[in-house]
């Protein structure tokens, strides 16, 4: 594999994934440069929709294709919001709005178990009707906290208190928090299996 298409636009994803895969000489390019139209995530998990992303995007490139899905799941909330966290207060909502709600439904909840999750699953797949594809998980455990805290990261970030650092994920340096993130072992994850490829 020489050249893998990133079901998304996303610049901070587009280059750790290019750092990544360098060392493998694989070529990463966004799916933008293809003018790939996004996909319908009607997937109810974190991997359905992945895998209708990467399949999306072989399906308009020709080429393989790697996404990802991710979002936090909230123990108070029943796991919620999910494969939901990006529209979490409606589609198209900001990170703020997404924020503003939970921090709402959480204070109408005194005393709640607090614990949260990040989890991301990346999927690969080498043409649009691959029954195979390659799927790793990552998922990095905290607590939320109702008052934000940080200014790095996006999404949840400033809420998603980090016990072992003693501080939100937003209050992490990238490449700190690229190692204990999610996302970051979704990576580690894929980069193992891609090295195990004939």
């Not at 050249?3 to 493998?24: H, M, R, W």
Request: aromatic share 6%; charged share 25%; proline share 6%.
């Amino acid at each position: 594999m020489e050249k893998l298409v990133l079901a998304s636009g996303n610049k901070k994803k587009l280059a750790e994934l290019q750092g990544l895969l360098s060392p493998l000489n694989i070529e990463v390019v966004p799916q933008s440069e293809f003018d790939v139209p996004e996909a319908d995530e009607t997937g109810t998990t974190f991997v359905e929709n992945a895998i209708i992303k990467a399949r999306n995007a072989c399906k308009h490139t020709g080429l393989p294709a790697i996404a990802d899905d991710s979002g936090i799941e909230i123990d108070a909330l029943r796991g919620a919001p999910g494969v939901f966290s990006a529209r979490f207060a409606g589609v198209g909502a900001t990170d703020a709005k997404n924020n503003k709600l939970m921090v709402e439904l959480l204070s109408d909840l005194p005393d709640v178990n607090r614990g949260a999750r990040y989890v991301a699953v990346l999927a690969l797949m080498e043409h649009e009707d691959d029954a195979t594809p390659i799927l790793c998980q990552g998922t990095w455990d905290g607590e939320i906290v109702l008052e934000p805290q940080g200014e790095q990261g996006f999404g949840y970030d400033p809420h998603f208190f980090v016990p072992e650092k003693g501080c939100t994920a937003a209050q992490l340096d990238p490449q700190e928090k690229n190692a204990l993130s999610h996302r970051g072992k979704a990576m580690a994850a894929l980069l193992t299996q891609l090295k195990r490829e004939p």
